[in-house]
């Protein structure tokens, strides 16, 4: 029998998707902190070994130094999923950090896998490596995504020139260009992190802000599932659950005053 499902139950029922990209510096490993102060239990899976200003948080954490680990941490979540598990363990939100990384491991498996005997790729393979790559990437991403708490994903920036404009394009930084401009599509919130020093005049002080983006801005390609239109397009904001708390709060006002 076809089950009718409403819309507006999406947003108190649906678990947050997010992905942050942005340079190095910019605070990303940081926002976990931020997802266990307002969420609570969380487990971060660790690429980078750069979880130093977590240290005086205790956040559960488990990391990979290979494609091949990292797929052993999602076989045991997936096991804990399928046998009703997951829920004992008190997990909110789940973090990657940070996809960078996970497509470095990921490229360097595959070119081991295509690699002759000469040390080198086959070139007639190279098409079928990068499909095998894309295939992998976005398939574990779609997993990811559809875990049943909050997700949290991060990367470095990517810098390069716009073919529409004069200007600079960033996207997240994984390999395959396709793919790179494919993931911001899997899910519900792109945030981009931009740091601005400015140098008082008179003091010399240097003072630095953090902005979180979220649209097309200044080639920038962030994006919000916004439909009460209370994100800005450049928020002077450095914690991605704030804005997620804002959108939230936007939803259950709209479903006290329509009662």
């Not at 953090?210 to 800005?232: C, F, M, N, Q, S």
């Not at 708390?245 to 006002?253: D, E, F, G, K, V």
């Amino acid at each position: 029998m076809l089950k009718i499902k409403t819309t507006a139950d999406l947003q108190k029922k649906a678990p947050t998707k997010v992905l942050l990209y942005a340079h190095h510096g910019y605070g990303k490993t940081y926002q976990c902190r931020y997802y266990a102060n307002r969420y609570g239990k969380g487990l971060i899976i660790s690429g980078e070994s750069g979880l130093k200003s977590l240290e005086d948080c205790d956040i559960d954490y488990v990391d990979f130094k290979s494609w091949t680990e990292f797929e052993e941490i999602l076989r045991h979540l997936n096991s804990l999923i399928k046998s009703g598990k997951f829920a004992e363990t008190g997990y909110k939100w789940v973090a990657i950090d940070s996809l960078t990384e996970l497509s470095d491991r990921l490229v360097e498996m595959n070119e081991d896998k295509y690699r002759g005997k000469d040390g080198e790729i086959d070139k007639s393979k190279s098409f079928a490596m990068w499909a095998e790559y894309s295939r992998r990437m976005i398939g574990v991403l779609k997993w990811l995504r559809d875990l049943p708490v909050h997700v949290y994903m991060c990367c470095l920036a990517k810098e390069e020139e716009s073919i529409t404009t004069s200007s600079k394009d960033y996207w997240p930084m994984v390999a395959g260009s396709k793919t790179q401009k494919q993931i911001p599509a899997l899910f519900d919130h792109v945030f981009c992190g931009k740091k601005v020093e400015t140098t008082d005049p008179e003091t010399g002080k240097v003072e630095v802000k953090r902005y979180l983006i979220a649209d097309e801005v200044a080639g920038w390609h962030g994006k919000v599932r916004d439909p009460y239109g209370v994100i800005k397009a450049y928020e002077e904001e450095s914690d991605v659950t704030a804005l997620l708390h804002r959108m939230s709060s936007a939803s259950n006002q709209n479903k006290k005053e329509t009662k």
